[in-house]
């Protein structure tokens, strides 16, 4: 049977009692055994019998396979701890066991731990109380309060008893200095032991740590400072305070119990005043880089400060893990300042870290028995956190500027003055000191995130619009090349990028990466880190890349400057576009944006060339065009240079200026041609002569109406409608309509009839008209078919036809029928198949044939047959009527009258009529003339 995971196995300093009632609402992790990463909540009030009961919550794995439950607890609570027993399962997954929970409360309150009992290994569990670590990060914010020192601070003497040689007892003199902040207590302890040969008695100095609770201090040794290793080092304290004396057992070799005086209150020595201030910093270590600030002041009381931690430095303040402790000078030790940490005005656990089962970068520095401080002759600040046992021994004897050791904890930090300053009250994080020669405005940044900034700005102008993470590595560098250039790296990194050594490319890559990536989300500057500076590669490829785009981008500044000065001609124009063409072969060695720029003044340079040309054009011809005429092609010329100035790419506001230049003369010359034409409306007779007159005029207005309209936004459409008025007038006189009539009647009969009666009624009527205007349609229409029907050659070869059977023109007659239905076929398969699937639909017959109609592959319609001749050869009776041999002659046209061969496009029609063979059909007598049978043509 599984048990609940409890985990997180560490505690920072020693055991400490149940200072408050437990009551409140705690969330943590925990582990059991082999298994981890589970997550618990505990929620519990307690009675003022010390009964505590509650609920814990627990949720096991995650995802569709998380095992979530939850039991009742009961238990009791006191100055060493708790004990939660399993009482009743509200939710109780499978194969899962409820144990009971044994720990302590720290932080005020803020923080439980403990240990889940039946659990042989990682028993350890960890919460933390919102609501509590909040007013810890409230008074961790503030400004810095020294320690409180209350009872029992102060100096105390008093004796050690220890056993001597056969069962005698020695009385050892101690003294110790007690330093308090709210229940938390750090103590310097001197024990004097008698020299054996009557020299000096030794001194041997321990720091002890703990905390003090319902009239008992608990102290544990935390490490000695005796010169010579720990002889009689003071492992423990357990004292009873009894107003002026403590007193109670010591775990020291050979000692059983001590007793201790008050003697007076603690003489905490002031701080040296070029030490206090505000210091800050950060330092790199293997799990991440902790952002530091220190806060040092003479109080009344003494000196006294606060080291506020937090880690990892890349991440936003509310993700790192914290702490904040308050320290105590106690004196010098060899050239250091010895400074005790009294209490942890914050303890904050990231959930980060806290999913990771660790205490994070600040972890250890919560365990620290000790500070050593001093200032470097740099005018910095350096911090020795005393943190084994072994710190202890080498701080014995260590001077300031030695290296203290490879594992023990070294803080380095600057005074925080001017913009570090403000960046640091805006909660801002120290910068990263790189090595040098490494500097320029990054180093010069007052934080990490101002850092981070710079490094934004670097490659903003290189990256921004650009999918970094979906685009080959290798177009990427291509686009970034510029942001690596002499030019645009050095000022930001203070030396050129093919000169940044092995060591120096890591240090910035693993801040780019923790510190603005990750930290910040500058997924830009994340890039140019991972896969150009930090890659060995990608480096080496950016650095030739580098050689090959100092030479294409000083050929892009020539050609710049080249384009500048050439003249305003033609060539020049010719010349620009060999730029553009070599800038496209150059398109792997310059960005996007050095492209873009090279396009726009190349642009730019050809639209002023084009410019000048136009206005030269315009200078020169100008002045005759102004004083020309319609006649003369002044007005034309005037319209073709509108339509340059219109269509040519010149510059927007010579646009403007030259438009305005041409239009006087050209609205004067088309008022003046207007004004000439509709002179001539009033006297147009209503005849043929006077409709042709105004289909004359009409058509001469037309363009120049449309041209003034379109280059220069005037309407002559009002000047010209007297003549629109004229022309209906005439249109509307029977007599017109008779002479058109009469005219198109006396067209020539024969090959070429038709095109003899379009040419005709073309010269008074166009298109349009036709459809405006019925009457006049169906004249034409008529004349037509008439002229149609004169254009077929008709022949009788018959031998001695009947009375009755049917005569060549009957025939003629059918045939022409039948070829008319086939052009009105035509024409509605040419409108369907060039509108598409709106009119085909889904007919697959009527998709076959128009991939045989012509109009779908010219886009032209106008296709159509004609009748040539006919010829009956013979008519016999048969079936009631009468079988006939003829043959037919069929020509194809396109649009406009040209004779095509389209015997493959037209289908079986098409295939059939056009050729000369005899043709059989079968005619019937009926009430309205022949019904005729033809098995081809049904």
Same mark, same amino acid.
């Given at each position: 049977?599984a048990?609940?995971l409890l985990?997180?196995?560490?505690l920072?300093?020693?055991?400490?009692?149940?200072?408050?009632p437990?009551?409140g609402?705690?969330?943590?992790?925990?582990?059991?055994?082999?298994?981890?990463?589970a997550?618990?909540?505990?929620?519990t009030e307690?009675?003022?019998?010390?009964?505590?009961?509650?609920t814990?919550?627990?949720e096991?794995?995650?995802?569709?396979?998380a095992?979530? !439950?939850?039991?009742?607890?009961?238990?009791?609570?006191?100055?060493?701890?708790?004990?939660?027993?399993?009482?009743?399962?509200i939710?109780?997954?499978?194969?899962?066991e409820?144990?009971?929970?044994s720990?302590r409360?720290?932080?005020?309150?803020?923080v439980i731990?403990?240990?889940?009992?039946?659990?042989?290994?990682?028993?350890?569990f960890?919460?933390?109380?919102?609501e509590?670590?909040a007013?810890?990060?409230?008074?961790?914010?503030?400004?810095?309060?020294?320690?409180t020192m209350?009872?029992?601070?102060?100096?105390?003497?008093g004796?050690?008893?220890c056993?001597?040689?056969?069962?005698?007892?020695?009385?050892?003199?101690?003294?110790?200095?007690i330093?308090?902040?709210?229940d938390?207590?750090?103590?310097?302890?001197?024990?004097?032991?008698?020299?054996?040969q009557?020299?000096v008695?030794? $001194?041997?100095?321990?720091?002890? !740590?703990?905390q003090s609770?319902?009239?008992?201090?608990?102290?544990a040794?935390l490490?000695?400072?005796?010169?010579?290793?720990?002889?009689?080092?003071?492992?423990?304290?357990?004292?009873a305070?009894?107003?002026?004396?403590l007193?109670g057992?010591?775990?020291?070799?050979?000692?059983?119990?001590?007793s201790?005086?008050?003697a007076g209150?603690?003489?905490?020595?002031?701080?040296?005043?070029?030490?206090?201030?505000?210091?800050?910093?950060?330092?790199?270590?293997?799990?991440?880089a902790?952002?530091?600030?220190?806060?040092?002041?003479?109080?009344?009381?003494?000196?006294f400060?606060?080291?506020?931690l937090?880690?990892?430095?890349?991440l936003?303040?509310?993700?790192?893990?914290?702490?904040?402790?308050?320290?105590?000078?106690?004196?010098?030790?060899?050239?250091?300042?010895?400074?005790?940490?009294?209490?942890?005005?914050?303890?904050?656990?990231s959930?980060?870290?806290?999913?990771?089962?660790s205490?994070?970068p600040?972890?250890?520095?919560?365990k620290?028995g000790?500070?050593?401080?001093?200032?470097?002759?740099?005018g910095?600040?350096?911090?020795?956190?005393?943190?084994?046992?072994?710190?202890?021994?080498?701080?014995?004897?260590?001077?300031?500027g030695t290296?203290?050791?490879p594992?023990?904890?070294?803080?380095v930090?600057?005074?925080?003055?001017?913009?570090?300053?403000?960046?640091?009250v805006?909660?801002e994080?120290?910068? /990263?000191?790189?090595?040098?020669?490494?500097g320029?405005t990054?180093?010069?940044?007052?934080s990490?995130?101002?850092?981070?900034?710079?490094?934004?700005?670097?490659?903003?102008p290189y990256?921004e619009?650009?999918?970094?993470?979906?685009?080959?590595?290798?177009?990427?560098?291509? $686009?970034l090349?510029?942001?690596?250039?002499?030019?645009?790296? $050095?000022?930001?990194?203070?030396?050129?990028?093919?000169?940044?050594?092995?060591e120096?490319?890591?240090?910035?890559?693993?801040?780019?990466?923790?510190?603005?990536?990750?930290?910040?989300?500058?997924?830009?500057?994340?890039?140019?880190?991972?896969q150009v500076?930090?890659?060995?590669?990608?480096y080496?490829?950016?650095?030739k890349?580098?050689?090959?785009?100092a030479?294409?981008s000083?050929?892009?500044?020539a050609?710049?400057?080249?384009?500048?000065?050439?003249?305003?001609?033609?060539?020049?124009?010719?010349?620009?576009?060999?730029?553009?063409?070599?800038?496209?072969d150059?398109?792997r060695?310059?960005?996007?944006?050095?492209?873009?720029? @090279?396009?726009a003044? @190349?642009?730019?340079?050809?639209?002023?060339?084009r410019t000048?040309?136009?206005?030269?054009?315009?200078?020169?011809?100008?002045?005759?065009?102004?004083?020309?005429?319609?006649?003369?092609?002044? @007005?034309?010329?005037l319209?073709?240079l509108a339509?340059r100035i219109?269509?040519?790419?010149?510059?927007?506001?010579?646009?403007?200026?030259l438009?305005?230049r041409i239009?006087?003369?050209?609205?004067?010359?088309?008022?003046?041609?207007v004004?000439a034409?509709?002179?001539?409306?009033?006297?147009?007779p209503?005849?043929?002569?006077?409709?042709?007159?105004?289909?004359?005029i009409?058509a001469?207005?037309?363009p120049?109406?449309?041209?003034?309209?379109?280059?220069?936004?005037a309407d002559l459409?009002?000047?010209?409608?007297? @003549?629109?008025?004229?022309?209906s007038?005439?249109?509307?006189?029977?007599?017109v309509?008779e002479?058109?009539?009469?005219?198109?009647?006396?067209a020539?009969?024969?090959r070429?009839?038709?095109?003899?009666?379009?040419?005709?009624a073309?010269?008074?009527?166009d298109?349009?008209?036709?459809?405006?205007?019925?009457?006049y349609?169906? /004249?034409?229409?008529?004349?037509?078919?008439?002229?149609e029907?004169?254009?077929?050659?008709?022949?009788?070869?018959?031998r001695?036809?009947?009375?009755?059977?049917?005569?060549a023109?009957d025939?003629?007659?059918?045939?022409?029928?039948?070829?008319?239905?086939?052009?009105?076929?035509?024409?509605?398969?040419?409108d369907?198949?060039l509108?598409?699937?709106?009119?085909?639909g889904?007919?697959?017959?009527r998709?076959?044939?128009?991939l045989?109609?012509?109009?779908v592959?010219?886009?032209?319609?106008?296709?159509?047959?004609?009748?040539v001749?006919?010829?009956?050869?013979?008519?016999?009776?048969?079936?009631g009527?009468?079988?006939?041999?003829?043959?037919q002659?069929i020509?194809?046209?396109?649009p406009?009258?040209?004779?095509m061969?389209?015997?493959?496009?037209?289908?079986?029609?098409?295939?059939?009529?056009?050729?000369?063979?005899?043709? $059989?059909?079968?005619f019937?007598?009926?009430?309205?003339?022949?019904?005729?049978l033809?098995?081809d043509?049904r």
């Amino acid at each position: 049977m599984a048990r609940i995971l409890l985990t997180l196995a560490f505690l920072f300093g020693p055991a400490l009692a149940l200072a408050e009632p437990l009551a409140g609402r705690w969330s943590g992790t925990y582990a059991c055994n082999a298994l981890g990463g589970a997550q618990f909540t505990l929620e519990t009030e307690q009675a003022g019998n010390g009964i505590i009961s509650g609920t814990f919550s627990f949720e096991i794995g995650t995802g569709g396979h998380a095992l979530k !439950g939850a039991y009742k607890v009961m238990g009791r609570g006191g100055a060493d701890g708790f004990r939660l027993q399993p009482r009743d399962w509200i939710e109780r997954p499978p194969g899962v066991e409820a144990l009971a929970l044994s720990g302590r409360t720290r932080d005020g309150g803020a923080v439980i731990e403990g240990e889940m009992e039946g659990c042989a290994l990682n028993d350890r569990f960890l919460g933390a109380s919102a609501e509590g670590m909040a007013v810890r990060l409230e008074d961790a914010n503030s400004e810095p309060v020294p320690p409180t020192m209350g009872p029992p601070a102060g100096r105390w003497k008093g004796e050690v008893i220890c056993r001597g040689q056969r069962k005698t007892t020695l009385s050892l003199p101690i003294e110790a200095v007690i330093l308090t902040d709210g229940d938390r207590v750090a103590a310097d302890a001197r024990v004097h032991v008698a020299n054996q040969q009557g020299g000096v008695p030794a $001194e041997q100095r321990t720091i002890l !740590g703990g905390q003090s609770a319902e009239g008992r201090l608990e102290l544990a040794g935390l490490g000695s400072l005796s010169p010579g290793g720990p002889r009689f080092q003071i492992n423990g304290l357990s004292l009873a305070v009894d107003g002026q004396s403590l007193s109670g057992p010591v775990n020291m070799r050979g000692c059983d119990k001590v007793s201790l005086t008050y003697a007076g209150p603690a003489a905490v020595p002031p701080l040296p005043d070029s030490m206090t201030g505000s210091w800050v910093g950060t330092a790199e270590q293997q799990n991440g880089a902790i952002a530091m600030h220190f806060e040092l002041r003479n109080g009344q009381a003494g000196g006294f400060g606060e080291l506020r931690l937090g880690a990892p430095a890349h991440l936003p303040v509310e993700r790192r893990s914290k702490l904040h402790l308050v320290l105590a000078p106690v004196g010098e030790l060899n050239g250091w300042q010895l400074m005790l940490p009294l209490g942890q005005r914050a303890f904050e656990i990231s959930q980060d870290d806290v999913r990771r089962h660790s205490s994070g970068p600040v972890g250890p520095f919560a365990k620290a028995g000790a500070y050593l401080v001093s200032e470097t002759p740099a005018g910095g600040l350096e911090l020795v956190a005393l943190i084994r046992s072994g710190d202890f021994a080498v701080a014995a004897s260590l001077m300031p500027g030695t290296p203290p050791g490879p594992k023990t904890s070294v803080l380095v930090l600057q005074r925080s003055e001017g913009g570090l300053a403000d960046a640091v009250v805006a909660g801002e994080t120290p910068p /990263v000191i790189f090595p040098e020669p490494l500097g320029g405005t990054l180093a010069a940044a007052r934080s990490r995130e101002a850092q981070c900034a710079v490094l934004q700005e670097w490659i903003t102008p290189y990256s921004e619009g650009k999918d970094m993470r979906g685009t080959v590595i290798a177009n990427l560098q291509r $686009e970034l090349a510029e942001a690596f250039t002499d030019a645009k790296f $050095e000022p930001v990194f203070g030396l050129p990028f093919a000169l940044l050594s092995d060591e120096e490319r890591r240090a910035l890559a693993r801040f780019i990466r923790e510190d603005c990536e990750q930290g910040q989300g500058m997924a830009d500057v994340g890039f140019a880190g991972a896969q150009v500076i930090g890659h060995q590669r990608g480096y080496r490829e950016m650095v030739k890349r580098l050689t090959d785009v100092a030479e294409s981008s000083r050929w892009a500044e020539a050609a710049l400057d080249e384009a500048q000065a050439l003249s305003s001609t033609a060539a020049s124009l010719a010349r620009i576009e060999q730029l553009k063409a070599g800038a496209r072969d150059r398109a792997r060695e310059l960005s996007a944006r050095q492209i873009a720029g @090279l396009d726009a003044g @190349l642009a730019l340079r050809a639209r002023q060339i084009r410019t000048d040309i136009l206005r030269a054009d315009i200078d020169r011809d100008l002045p005759g065009l102004s004083a020309g005429s319609r006649e003369d092609g002044a @007005l034309d010329q005037l319209f073709r240079l509108a339509g340059r100035i219109a269509d040519e790419d010149v510059l927007p506001d010579a646009r403007q200026e030259l438009h305005d230049r041409i239009a006087p003369p050209a609205l004067k010359i088309s008022d003046e041609y207007v004004t000439a034409l509709m002179a001539e409306v009033d006297t147009l007779p209503a005849s043929l002569q006077g409709l042709a007159d105004a289909r004359r005029i009409g058509a001469a207005l037309g363009p120049v109406v449309e041209a003034v309209h379109e280059h220069f936004g005037a309407d002559l459409r009002p000047r010209i409608q007297p @003549l629109f008025l004229r022309r209906s007038m005439i249109e509307s006189d029977p007599a017109v309509l008779e002479a058109f009539r009469k005219l198109l009647a006396d067209a020539p009969s024969g090959r070429g009839a038709k095109e003899a009666v379009r040419a005709a009624a073309a010269q008074y009527l166009d298109e349009a008209a036709m459809q405006r205007l019925p009457e006049y349609d169906a /004249v034409y229409k008529a004349a037509l078919e008439h002229a149609e029907w004169r254009a077929i050659i008709i022949t009788d070869n018959s031998r001695n036809p009947g009375g009755d059977e049917p005569r060549a023109e009957d025939i003629a007659r059918f045939a022409l029928d039948r070829v008319r239905e086939v052009n009105a076929t035509i024409s509605q398969i040419e409108d369907d198949c060039l509108q598409g699937v709106a009119a085909i639909g889904n007919s697959p017959a009527r998709g076959i044939e128009c991939l045989t109609m012509p109009a779908v592959w010219t886009g032209q319609k106008g296709f159509a047959s004609e009748l040539v001749s006919v010829t009956k050869i013979s008519c016999s009776p048969d079936a009631g009527g009468f079988r006939c041999y003829f043959q037919q002659e069929i020509q194809f046209f396109g649009p406009g009258g040209a004779r095509m061969n389209l015997e493959d496009f037209i289908g079986t029609f098409g295939e059939r009529a056009a050729r000369l063979e005899v043709q $059989e059909a079968l005619f019937i007598p009926g009430n309205e003339g022949w019904q005729v049978l033809w098995g081809d043509l049904r």
